[in-house]
Protein backbone atom coordinates (compact mmCIF):
# COMPACT_ATOMS: atom_id res chain seq x y z
CA UNK A 1 0.00 0.00 0.00
CA UNK A 2 1.52 3.72 -0.89
CA UNK A 3 2.16 6.26 1.78
CA UNK A 4 -0.67 7.89 -0.26
CA UNK A 5 -3.24 5.51 0.38
CA UNK A 6 -1.81 5.16 4.18
CA UNK A 7 -2.77 8.36 4.55
CA UNK A 8 -6.13 8.21 3.29
CA UNK A 9 -7.40 5.10 5.39
CA UNK A 10 -5.93 6.99 8.77
CA UNK A 11 -9.24 8.68 9.63
CA UNK A 12 -11.24 5.09 8.98
CA UNK A 13 -8.66 3.49 10.68
CA UNK A 14 -8.61 5.55 13.95
CA UNK A 15 -12.55 5.82 13.66
CA UNK A 16 -13.13 1.73 13.66
CA UNK A 17 -10.12 1.54 16.03
CA UNK A 18 -12.60 3.69 18.38
CA UNK A 19 -15.25 1.67 17.67
CA UNK A 20 -13.41 -1.19 18.92
CA UNK A 21 -11.85 0.27 22.02
CA UNK A 22 -15.82 0.48 22.92
CA UNK A 23 -16.08 -2.85 23.95
CA UNK A 24 -13.51 -2.61 26.90
CA UNK A 25 -16.08 -1.57 29.37
CA UNK A 26 -18.73 -4.33 28.60
CA UNK A 27 -15.73 -6.66 29.09
CA UNK A 28 -14.81 -5.00 32.45
CA UNK A 29 -18.02 -5.03 33.86
CA UNK A 30 -18.52 -9.21 32.80
CA UNK A 31 -15.46 -10.90 33.64
CA UNK A 32 -15.30 -11.47 37.57
CA UNK A 33 -11.32 -10.81 37.75
CA UNK A 34 -10.46 -7.50 39.61
CA UNK A 35 -10.55 -4.57 37.99
CA UNK A 36 -6.89 -3.46 38.17
CA UNK A 37 -6.69 -7.47 37.07
CA UNK A 38 -8.91 -6.56 33.84
CA UNK A 39 -5.67 -4.30 32.74
CA UNK A 40 -3.20 -6.47 33.55
CA UNK A 41 -4.92 -9.60 31.54
CA UNK A 42 -5.67 -6.79 28.57
CA UNK A 43 -1.81 -6.50 27.97
CA UNK A 44 -0.61 -9.81 28.80
CA UNK A 45 -2.83 -11.41 26.51
CA UNK A 46 -1.70 -8.59 23.71
CA UNK A 47 2.04 -8.61 23.95
CA UNK A 48 2.28 -12.09 22.80
CA UNK A 49 -0.22 -11.87 20.19
CA UNK A 50 2.05 -8.25 19.45
CA UNK A 51 5.32 -10.21 19.66
CA UNK A 52 4.90 -12.66 16.91
CA UNK A 53 3.15 -10.19 14.94
CA UNK A 54 6.09 -7.41 15.16
CA UNK A 55 8.59 -11.10 13.97
CA UNK A 56 6.70 -11.28 10.96
CA UNK A 57 6.88 -7.86 9.62
CA UNK A 58 9.78 -6.30 7.32
CA UNK A 59 12.86 -5.67 9.13
CA UNK A 60 13.45 -1.88 10.08
CA UNK A 61 16.67 -1.21 8.83
CA UNK A 62 17.51 1.10 12.20
CA UNK A 63 20.06 1.80 14.28
CA UNK A 64 19.05 0.37 17.88
CA UNK A 65 17.97 3.56 19.79
CA UNK A 66 18.11 3.44 23.59
CA UNK A 67 16.15 7.03 24.21
CA UNK A 68 13.38 6.00 21.73
CA UNK A 69 12.58 2.53 23.25
CA UNK A 70 12.78 4.57 26.82
CA UNK A 71 9.98 6.57 25.38
CA UNK A 72 7.56 3.62 24.27
CA UNK A 73 8.35 2.19 28.01
CA UNK A 74 7.14 5.56 29.53
CA UNK A 75 3.76 5.37 27.62
CA UNK A 76 3.36 1.93 28.23
CA UNK A 77 3.49 3.01 32.06
CA UNK A 78 1.27 6.05 31.41
CA UNK A 79 -1.25 3.53 29.92
CA UNK A 80 -1.29 1.10 32.37
CA UNK A 81 -1.93 4.08 34.80
CA UNK A 82 -4.69 5.37 32.89
CA UNK A 83 -6.26 1.76 32.91
CA UNK A 84 -5.69 1.31 36.41
CA UNK A 85 -7.54 4.93 37.32
CA UNK A 86 -10.58 4.04 34.70
CA UNK A 87 -11.18 0.76 36.00
CA UNK A 88 -11.50 1.89 39.67
CA UNK A 89 -12.79 5.28 39.32
CA UNK A 90 -16.19 2.94 37.21
CA UNK A 91 -16.35 1.86 41.20
CA UNK A 92 -16.10 4.99 43.24
CA UNK A 93 -18.13 7.34 40.71
CA UNK A 94 -21.04 6.67 38.35
CA UNK A 95 -20.33 5.31 34.88
CA UNK A 96 -21.50 8.51 33.53
CA UNK A 97 -18.96 10.35 35.54
CA UNK A 98 -16.64 7.91 34.86
CA UNK A 99 -17.02 8.40 30.99
CA UNK A 100 -17.34 11.99 30.33
CA UNK A 101 -14.16 12.62 32.99
CA UNK A 102 -12.07 10.07 31.65
CA UNK A 103 -12.96 11.41 27.84
CA UNK A 104 -11.46 15.19 28.22
CA UNK A 105 -7.99 13.75 27.21
CA UNK A 106 -8.59 15.85 24.09
CA UNK A 107 -8.52 19.03 26.22
CA UNK A 108 -5.15 18.25 27.75
CA UNK A 109 -3.59 17.39 24.63
CA UNK A 110 -4.84 20.55 22.18
CA UNK A 111 -4.12 22.80 25.28
CA UNK A 112 -0.25 20.37 25.43
CA UNK A 113 0.76 20.87 22.16
CA UNK A 114 -0.88 24.66 21.57
CA UNK A 115 0.43 26.68 24.52
CA UNK A 116 3.66 24.25 24.72
CA UNK A 117 4.98 23.07 21.27
CA UNK A 118 3.53 25.50 19.15
CA UNK A 119 0.97 23.68 17.29
CA UNK A 120 -1.37 25.97 16.69
CA UNK A 121 -5.17 25.63 16.60
CA UNK A 122 -7.98 27.11 14.01
CA UNK A 123 -10.89 28.72 15.77
CA UNK A 124 -12.63 26.15 14.13
CA UNK A 125 -10.68 22.95 15.64
CA UNK A 126 -11.78 24.41 19.11
CA UNK A 127 -15.82 25.37 17.98
CA UNK A 128 -15.31 21.31 17.03
CA UNK A 129 -13.83 20.21 19.90
CA UNK A 130 -16.42 22.13 22.22
CA UNK A 131 -19.05 20.30 19.95
CA UNK A 132 -17.76 16.76 20.66
CA UNK A 133 -17.08 17.73 24.55
CA UNK A 134 -20.80 18.61 24.51
CA UNK A 135 -22.00 15.98 22.86
CA UNK A 136 -20.29 13.61 25.43
CA UNK A 137 -22.01 15.66 27.97
CA UNK A 138 -25.43 15.14 26.36
CA UNK A 139 -24.74 11.86 25.50
CA UNK A 140 -24.45 10.57 30.07
CA UNK A 141 -26.33 13.48 31.41
CA UNK A 142 -29.42 11.69 32.64
CA UNK A 143 -27.14 10.33 35.67
CA UNK A 144 -24.38 12.50 35.76
CA UNK A 145 -24.03 13.66 39.15
CA UNK A 146 -21.64 15.70 41.30
CA UNK A 147 -21.34 15.10 45.07
CA UNK A 148 -18.93 14.47 47.87
CA UNK A 149 -19.52 10.84 47.60
CA UNK A 150 -17.88 10.60 44.02
CA UNK A 151 -15.15 13.02 44.44
CA UNK A 152 -12.91 10.42 44.90
CA UNK A 153 -13.80 8.66 41.72
CA UNK A 154 -14.45 11.95 40.18
CA UNK A 155 -10.38 12.47 40.27
CA UNK A 156 -9.56 9.16 39.33
CA UNK A 157 -11.06 9.42 36.29
CA UNK A 158 -9.64 12.93 35.36
CA UNK A 159 -6.36 11.65 36.36
CA UNK A 160 -7.11 8.77 33.64
CA UNK A 161 -7.55 11.11 31.03
CA UNK A 162 -4.65 13.27 32.13
CA UNK A 163 -2.70 9.69 31.53
CA UNK A 164 -4.28 8.95 28.43
CA UNK A 165 -3.20 12.39 26.92
CA UNK A 166 0.40 11.54 28.11
CA UNK A 167 0.02 8.19 26.26
CA UNK A 168 -1.46 9.39 22.98
CA UNK A 169 1.08 12.68 22.84
CA UNK A 170 3.77 10.17 23.06
CA UNK A 171 2.52 7.01 21.16
CA UNK A 172 2.45 10.14 18.03
CA UNK A 173 6.05 11.30 18.49
CA UNK A 174 6.97 7.46 18.54
CA UNK A 175 5.16 6.89 15.48
CA UNK A 176 7.62 9.36 13.39
CA UNK A 177 10.12 6.50 13.35
CA UNK A 178 8.80 3.32 14.41
CA UNK A 179 6.00 0.91 13.25
CA UNK A 180 2.55 0.91 15.09
CA UNK A 181 3.63 -2.81 16.07
CA UNK A 182 6.88 -1.33 17.40
CA UNK A 183 5.38 0.98 19.38
CA UNK A 184 2.45 -1.16 20.52
CA UNK A 185 4.68 -4.21 22.23
CA UNK A 186 6.63 -2.07 23.72
CA UNK A 187 4.62 0.11 25.52
CA UNK A 188 2.32 -3.14 26.27
CA UNK A 189 5.23 -4.76 28.00
CA UNK A 190 5.62 -1.92 29.85
CA UNK A 191 1.83 -1.76 30.97
CA UNK A 192 1.83 -5.34 31.85
CA UNK A 193 4.97 -5.23 33.71
CA UNK A 194 3.44 -2.23 35.56
CA UNK A 195 -0.15 -3.63 36.07
CA UNK A 196 1.08 -6.86 37.96
CA UNK A 197 1.89 -5.75 40.86
CA UNK A 198 -0.68 -2.91 41.18
CA UNK A 199 -3.24 -5.93 41.07
CA UNK A 200 -1.03 -7.73 43.75
CA UNK A 201 -0.73 -4.77 45.87
CA UNK A 202 -4.83 -4.19 45.39
CA UNK A 203 -5.41 -8.06 46.40
CA UNK A 204 -7.61 -8.35 43.77
CA UNK A 205 -8.95 -11.64 42.14
CA UNK A 206 -6.39 -12.05 39.63
CA UNK A 207 -6.94 -15.81 38.27
CA UNK A 208 -9.81 -16.14 35.39
CA UNK A 209 -13.06 -18.10 36.78
CA UNK A 210 -13.77 -20.56 33.78
CA UNK A 211 -13.89 -20.62 29.99
CA UNK A 212 -16.09 -17.07 30.66
CA UNK A 213 -13.72 -15.26 31.99
CA UNK A 214 -10.94 -16.71 29.57
CA UNK A 215 -12.93 -15.86 26.80
CA UNK A 216 -13.99 -11.92 27.65
CA UNK A 217 -10.49 -11.46 28.60
CA UNK A 218 -8.87 -13.18 24.96
CA UNK A 219 -11.45 -10.58 23.78
CA UNK A 220 -9.88 -7.98 25.80
CA UNK A 221 -6.22 -8.56 24.61
CA UNK A 222 -7.31 -9.19 20.98
CA UNK A 223 -10.24 -7.29 19.94
CA UNK A 224 -10.08 -4.32 22.00
CA UNK A 225 -5.77 -3.97 22.37
CA UNK A 226 -4.41 -5.24 19.18
CA UNK A 227 -7.33 -4.34 17.18
CA UNK A 228 -8.68 -1.36 18.39
CA UNK A 229 -5.64 0.46 20.20
CA UNK A 230 -3.28 -0.93 17.57
CA UNK A 231 -5.81 0.94 14.80
CA UNK A 232 -5.35 3.68 16.47
CA UNK A 233 -1.30 4.06 17.19
CA UNK A 234 -1.14 2.97 12.88
CA UNK A 235 -3.97 5.83 12.30
CA UNK A 236 -1.57 8.41 14.30
CA UNK A 237 0.85 8.74 11.85
CA UNK A 238 -1.54 9.54 9.45
CA UNK A 239 -3.22 12.31 11.61
CA UNK A 240 -2.39 14.38 14.22
CA UNK A 241 -2.42 14.25 17.64
CA UNK A 242 -5.07 16.96 18.26
CA UNK A 243 -7.10 15.02 15.82
CA UNK A 244 -6.85 12.05 16.50
CA UNK A 245 -7.76 12.11 20.17
CA UNK A 246 -10.97 14.32 18.74
CA UNK A 247 -11.78 11.15 16.86
CA UNK A 248 -11.39 8.92 19.59
CA UNK A 249 -14.67 10.63 21.50
CA UNK A 250 -16.93 7.90 19.22
CA UNK A 251 -15.53 5.77 21.85
CA UNK A 252 -18.03 6.43 24.55
CA UNK A 253 -20.78 6.42 21.75
CA UNK A 254 -19.61 2.88 20.65
CA UNK A 255 -20.14 1.88 24.16
CA UNK A 256 -23.43 3.57 24.70
CA UNK A 257 -24.70 1.24 21.27
CA UNK A 258 -23.04 -1.67 22.51
CA UNK A 259 -24.27 -1.48 26.40
CA UNK A 260 -27.98 -1.46 24.13
CA UNK A 261 -27.10 -4.48 22.02
CA UNK A 262 -25.62 -6.75 24.54
CA UNK A 263 -26.89 -5.29 27.96
CA UNK A 264 -29.94 -3.52 27.38
CA UNK A 265 -29.35 -0.39 28.66
CA UNK A 266 -30.94 2.36 27.88
CA UNK A 267 -30.38 4.18 24.18
CA UNK A 268 -32.60 6.82 23.13
CA UNK A 269 -33.35 10.04 21.31
CA UNK A 270 -31.58 11.65 24.20
CA UNK A 271 -28.10 9.46 23.89
CA UNK A 272 -28.42 9.55 19.92
CA UNK A 273 -28.26 13.87 19.60
CA UNK A 274 -25.01 13.00 21.96
CA UNK A 275 -23.72 11.27 19.51
CA UNK A 276 -24.38 13.26 16.55
CA UNK A 277 -23.01 16.25 18.27
CA UNK A 278 -20.00 14.59 18.81
CA UNK A 279 -19.53 13.27 15.14
CA UNK A 280 -20.31 17.02 14.39
CA UNK A 281 -17.59 17.97 16.28
CA UNK A 282 -14.89 15.47 14.85
CA UNK A 283 -15.90 16.39 11.50
CA UNK A 284 -15.65 20.51 12.17
CA UNK A 285 -12.11 19.65 13.94
CA UNK A 286 -11.17 17.77 10.95
CA UNK A 287 -12.10 20.32 8.33
CA UNK A 288 -10.51 22.76 10.33
CA UNK A 289 -6.99 21.05 10.10
CA UNK A 290 -7.57 20.58 6.02
CA UNK A 291 -5.28 22.47 3.86
CA UNK A 292 -7.14 25.01 1.63
Known sequence: MTPAAQARLGVPGLVLGAVL???????????????????FWRLAVAVPVLWLARAAQPK?????????????????????LDLALWHRSIHLTSVANATLMSNLSPVFIALTLHFGFGDRHPPRFWIGLILAL????????????????????????????????IYQLLVSRSRRRYTALDVMFWASLAGMLTLLPMSLAFGERIAPIGWRDLLLLAALGVVVHVGGQGLIAWAQAHVTASFASVTLLVQPVAAAVFAWALLNERFGAHQALGGVLILTGIVTCRLARLPR
Open 60 to 80: QDLPPDRAAIGLMLVAGVAFA
Open 134 to 165: AGAAWLVADSFTISHETAVGDLMAIGTAVFYA
Open 21 to 39: IGFAAIVVRLVEVGPTAAA
